[in-house]
Structure formats: C-alpha cells, structure tokens
C-alpha cells in the first residue's frame, strides 16, 4: 500500500494557497476536472517538486445496474498514467439510471447509494472486477453519505464492504466524514462500521467538513471539519496507521492559513498510537454475513452463471431507476422509503443542480436578473426536466426551456440570452411545438418505467 502522509483535495480556486502550504506530502484531483495533456500549470508545478497527485472519479457509477463503461475506464486510466498516480478511487454509488431499464437515461448529478443486498453486493462485484482489469494501477472505492435508506436491506455497511473487500480485492477509501454524516441521518455507528470492516485493505482517508440543519447533517465540503468528525478520525487511528489522509474542501474556499491549520489538526489526530486491527467480528462469528454467504441460496450468483448475473442487473437497475425518478423527475417515491427523508434529497439535488449550473454558466444569473431570479427560473425548470446528459448540456436546456417559453419577459434580456444559447449551442432553439412533443414522449416513458 503506497504510503502518501497529509495531504488535500487539490482545486483550481484555492490552488495558489495549496502550493504555499508547508510539510504537504499529497494531493487529489477530481478525475473529470483535467486533463491528461494540458494539466493545469499549478499542478504541473507540484509534480515536478515531487508532489504526488491522485485523481479521485465522480462520474462512474460503479454500483449501478450497467457493467462499467468502457470509455470512461480509459479515462481514469489515462489519467492515472498522466499523474503517475500509484492508485485510482471512486465511490460505492450509482449515479443514473440503468440502459437495462425503458426511457430516458437519468443522471443524478450526484453520488447515490446502493442498497446493501445480496443482489447489488454480486453486480457491485462483478463491475468491480471489470475496472480492475481495466485499470493500469489499484482501485479503491469510497464509502459515501446518504440521506435515504433502502428498504430491506439484507447486509450491515461492515458486512457490504467486508464481503466486496474480500470477492475482488478492491482497497477501501473510507471518509470519515461520511461514517458521521451517516450516523445522523441513518442512525448508524462509526464505531461499529470501523470494527466491522477488513482495515487491511485501507488505501487512504477523507476528511471534510459540513453541517447539521433540522436534525440532517448535510456533507457541504464547504465548512470547517468539526470534532465530531476529528473524533471519528481518531477511532478509525485507534485501530490502524492510515497510508494516507486527505483534508477536502470544494466550496466557500477559506484563506491558505485556515487550511493550515485544518492540516495541522488532522496531524494531531495521526500522532497517538495505533493499536492492532482486530479480526473483522464475521470472522469471528458463525452466524455472520461470510457464513451466510456460503449458502446457496443466498450467494449463489457470485460464481453463477451469466444469466442469473443479468437477471440481478435487471432487479437492481428497475429498483435504481425508481428511486433517481423519484428524486429527480416528480415520479412517486417506491414503497418502503421515508417520503419525507426522499423530497429534503430531491431538494437537496435541485439546490446542487442549480448551483453548478451557474458556476457552469456565471453568465445566466446576469441576464436573469440576479442570483434570486435565476434560482426561482431554474428550479422552477428544474421540476419538470431532470438532467440526462451531463451539467454543461443542462445549461443550454434551461435556456432553451426558456426561449421557447418567450422568457425572460424583458426583450433586451431575452435577445442576450438568445444570443449566448446560440453561441454554445450553434443552432436555433427548436420551435415550441416540437419541444413540448418531445417533452411529452419523455414524460410518457418515464412513467412506464416507474
């Protein structure tokens, strides 16, 4: 396992202030924010003094129904040769709907998590396997934060990950961030998911800061890392010498010397004594997860044959496909999940969506009048047209969403934005009548597949 020290998430917005930080031993980038052949220069300039660079996937969506795509396999890969990076992660989640299931592609924009059943657990292995055979270097997938439950699940969060680790091998990207996020909202401890999973197989740590409203903690990676977090961190080193450990930040980006001193807090925490890594408690237990694992009737298709593989794909993508129309199209929420828990996500996802928008597009709140407009147009738009191809595409469709519509009222505004849509877009907006058919046709198929 390479060795990496202290390190943090590398990020264009507070890159001049990265460089100048003392004792740094590491950074992450976002896969998909870069490059391979035109690396940003203030990275560039941290490798040549040496600084190792890790790219970090968002876009994957490893745990969903589809087997990983290929293209953008490559491109983790490529861009793991680039950095000479000794390692590549992602995250245990998926992010759009499944080919296997009737319309529309859906995209989340965001990373979702994967029932822990038996049925996700084999398609989540066997995806797993594919990318491992992919990638030039090692793989470590990153536990995530969730708002949402899935009903009936059939595993612990120790038991899901312990039983990934030890099919395929994979490394372990734990966030302790996420481990507190979901002790708030999903009443689950850090402490028992630390003693339950294989440590043998960490790669490295997250560490991120967020806040808690109305009893939700949200992971906002735009606030500073609170104790609790800290202490989480401490438990996780109670047991294990982590390789590494990664301060994240990606919004509301502070002054060089308070992420100093976030740094400086992490190490304090790294500087007590680890103590041995106990056997994982289902090696211990004769009625856990492993064991159970071995009955036919449970396991099964991790060796099964190709079909009964499919036919897991099939059920696990119809269950993913119901919960993403849920939050992100209007569609009823599946039997068994807390309503109220689904529509704070489905919000939360629209606030994201509308955020990254306007940082995509810093032009449209202009023209639109200012941040409120903008926000009240786009989440109005945003209601009844979820995402399918991507932020820059859902840029362009807000503002054809618009135009089509005779909006905004105000001519000069309208005739700016008509003339920025025809900028990036290269074309003419599509004439009302053939959008709304469209739009309709859409509608329609997203029903059937709820």
């Given amino acids: 396992m390479a060795h990496l020290g202290v390190g943090i998430g590398w990020r264009p917005e507070i890159a001049d202030a990265v ?27 941290l490798l040549d003094r040496g600084v190792r660079v890790v790219p970090h996937g968002v876009s994957l969506g490893i745990g969903g129904a589809d087997r990983p795509d290929p293209a953008k396999l490559a491109a983790l890969g490529e861009r793991a040769v680039a950095l000479g990076a000794p390692l590549v992660t992602e995250h245990i989640a998926f992010v759009r709907t499944s080919s296997q299931t009737p319309g529309r592609t859906l995209e989340a924009g965001h990373l979702l998590p994967v029932a822990r059943t038996w049925d996700s657990l084999h398609v989540l292995c066997e995806n797993v396997r594919i990318a491992q055979d992919c990638l030039p270097v090692p793989l470590a ?60 197989a960490l790669a490295y740590v997250h560490v991120a800061g967020g806040v ?36 994240e930040r ?55 044959p190709g079909d009964e593989l499919d036919k897991a794909r099939t059920r696990v993508g119809i269950g993913q496909a119901a919960l993403l129309s849920a939050l992100v199209a209007g569609t009823p929420v599946p039997e068994g999940f807390d309503r109220q828990r689904v529509r704070v996500q489905a919000r939360a996802l629209a606030a994201k969506r509308a955020g990254v928008v306007a940082r995509l597009a810093p032009e449209l709140t202009g ?79 997203m029903g059937r597949a709820a």
Avoid at 400 to 410: F, G, S, T, V, Y
């Fill in 19 to 45: 460089a100048g930080l003392e004792g740094l031993d590491w950074v992450e980038v976002v896969a998909e924010n870069i490059c391979p052949g035109h690396l940003p220069e203030p990275l560039q300039r």
């Fill in 141 to 200: 997938l990153e536990n995530i934060a969730a708002l949402v439950s899935w009903p009936g699940e059939e595993l612990t969060e120790g038991q899901f990950l312990t039983e990934l680790v030890e099919r395929t091998g994979v490394r372990l990207l734990i966030d302790v961030a996420n481990l507190h996020t979901n002790r708030v909202n999903r009443g689950e401890d850090p402490a028992t998911v630390l003693d339950g999973i294989p440590l043998e």
């Fill in 212 to 247: 808690e409203r109305d009893g939700v903690w949200h992971d906002t990676h735009a606030h500073p890392v609170p104790g609790v977090v800290l202490d989480v961190l401490a438990e996780l080193r109670a047991r294990v010498e982590p390789a590494g450990v990664l301060l």
């Fill in 250 to 304: 990606d919004d509301d980006f502070p002054a060089g010397a308070e992420l100093a001193g976030e740094l400086a807090a992490i190490r304090g925490v790294l500087g007590g004594p680890a103590g041995a890594v106990p056997d994982p408690p289902f090696l211990r237990s004769p009625g856990s997860a492993r064991t159970r694992a071995s009955n036919a009737g449970e396991a099964g298709l991790g060796a099964g």
């Fill in 367 to 445: 023209i639109l009048g200012g941040e409120d407009a903008y926000r009240e147009a786009f989440l109005g738009y945003a209601r009844h047209r979820p995402m399918t191809a991507g932020y820059r595409r859902d840029a362009l469709d807000f503002a054809e969403h618009l135009l089509i519509r005779d909006l905004p009222a105000d001519p000069d505004a309208r005739r700016r934005l008509t003339l920025w849509w025809q900028d990036r877009a290269g074309a003419r907006p599509t004439r009302r009548i053939a959008r709304w058919a469209r739009s309709l046709t859409a509608r329609s198929l």
